[in-house]
């Protein structure tokens, strides 16, 4: 899993109808001092994450058992919201 | 799921048979300020989206179960049509 | 999927018995202006494509169905040869 | 699989329920050299591992095997301890 | 699948119960000129393989059918022994 910000939604009428209710959040992926690392992706909200949220994110299969949509075309999903990191790196 | 830009189709005779009747888009992955980011991909259209348009596209198992074809060779399909993105980057 | 040539062929007389009868063709990723991006990999021919076609390979999952060997090591096959692409880009 | 050091831990009081009980440690990717490469990523513990160990952990569906939680969002589990490393490298 | 050459061997006492008896190999991404790309990945050897060989491996759930332990946490996977690499590359 990985950790990312919310940083916005994307809105998107026509879409496929298992995406329907789902929120499309743009996730920007961020290193562990919590700043921005490659690009944003689009991941489902399954936890009431909101704009702003650090929060962590999964890919592939488990963004579809996140999401308990399995037969859906779901690839990334918001899965937890970040309290704290402990970092011990020396 | 990522964001992206239709930029052309591409032809091929010679294919799986389980590819036939799958449109086959030339899709240019874009940064959330829509500019191209890395090399275009080839995604199965699932949602009518056409030449220009910025979609979402997924990948990987989730691609397949968007085209509802399972067992089949893709492993990318567009799964909706972006109507815009609202975006909160401080 | 994604668009590459091919290059060669690798020979490995030990390997796993279910690659038996499978073609190794070494495939060079292509951009869409047809230039080398990135380094080749390892991709099973499942639709007759010879050394110097442009073709358009699949991944992971996607690409056992596509060799119709679903319990097998592979992760990559080409599944179409590409006549030409439409690309219109501005 | 990857060779990398636990650097610290994750937590999130608000998270996916199949994640509850899970230890969410924070993991630097290595070189053989022991040297950080990229960034790192949240990976579920299954073998008791602690701050500062250096420890192979795996991707995708193996890391639900891992973690024995099939249908769960973990794409990333930590799933050994390593003693050393041989390594011949001309 | 992809290129790579056996460089050395990781020792885990501590692991996932499924990795007992598995030969875990480390193994060095080559380009097709035999020249080392990216870093060394933890791969589990199924076809006899040796320090310094070039082989054949191949990622995901490709990997756990080559090891014919589906259940676990294998992500990575020895699968061939090149004899050579026929190329032609204009």
């Known amino acids: ?43 489902v909200d399954t936890v009431g994450s909101g704009i702003g949220e650090v929060v962590i994110y999964t890919k592939g299969t488990a963004a579809r058992y996140a999401a308990d949509k399995i037969q859906s075309p779901i690839d990334a999903s918001i899965v937890g919201i970040v309290d704290h990191m402990d970092i011990q790196k020396e």
């Open 1 to 43: 899993m990985h950790i990312g910000r919310i940083i916005g939604t994307v809105v998107a009428t026509r879409k496929d109808e298992r995406l329907t209710g789902c929120k499309l959040m743009l996730t920007q992926p961020l290193n562990i001092e919590q700043s921005p690392i490659g690009e944003p992706l689009v991941a």
